[in-house]
C-alpha cells in the first residue's frame, strides 16, 4: 500500500527551478518529521533537508541558500523548493516521513540538471 506519493521531479537545465511535493497518506499519524534525502548514482543516500512538527528546519551545506522545505500539515504534505539547481543536483529524491510510531520512505522521484 502506498503512504507517501511523490511528485514535482523531471529534468530541468542549470539555473533552473523545481518543487517537489510529498503527500503523506491520511492513516499516518502524529507526524513528526519530514524531510527528503536524495542518491546519485554511486554515491550514498544523504539527507537534503528536513522540518519538525514545529516549523524548525536544517539543511545539507550543499543546497543551503538555494533550497527551502515547507509543509502543509492540513494536507499532510511537505514540499521541497529547489532553485538555482545544478547538475550536481542530479539524484534520485526521496521523501522521508517520521511519525512516533515508524519511519515511511516515498518510491523516490528523478531529479536530472542539464549543463
Known amino acids: 500500500q502506498v503512504q507517501l506519493v511523490e511528485s514535482g521531479g523531471g529534468l530541468v537545465q542549470a539555473g533552473g527551478s523545481l518543487r517537489l511535493s510529498c503527500a503523506a497518506s491520511?492513516?499516518?499519524?502524529?507526524?513528526?518529521?519530514m524531510g527528503w534525502y536524495r542518491q546519485a548514482p554511486g554515491k550514498q543516500r544523504e539527507l537534503v533537508a528536513q522540518?519538525?512538527?514545529?516549523?524548525?528546519?536544517n539543511y545539507v551545506d550543499s543546497v543551503k541558500g538555494r533550497f527551502t522545505i515547507s509543509r502543509d500539515n492540513a494536507k499532510n504534505t511537505v514540499y521541497l523548493q529547489m532553485n538555482i539547481l545544478k547538475p550536481e543536483d542530479t539524484a534520485v529524491y526521496y521523501c522521508?516521513?517520521?511519525?512516533?510510531?515508524?519511519?515511511?520512505w516515498g518510491q523516490g522521484t528523478q531529479v536530472t540538471v542539464s549543463s
Open positions: 522521508n516521513v517520521e511519525s512516533s510510531y515508524r519511519v515511511y
Open positions: 491520511e492513516t499516518i499519524f502524529s507526524i513528526v518529521l
Open positions: 522540518i519538525t512538527s514545529g516549523g524548525s528546519t
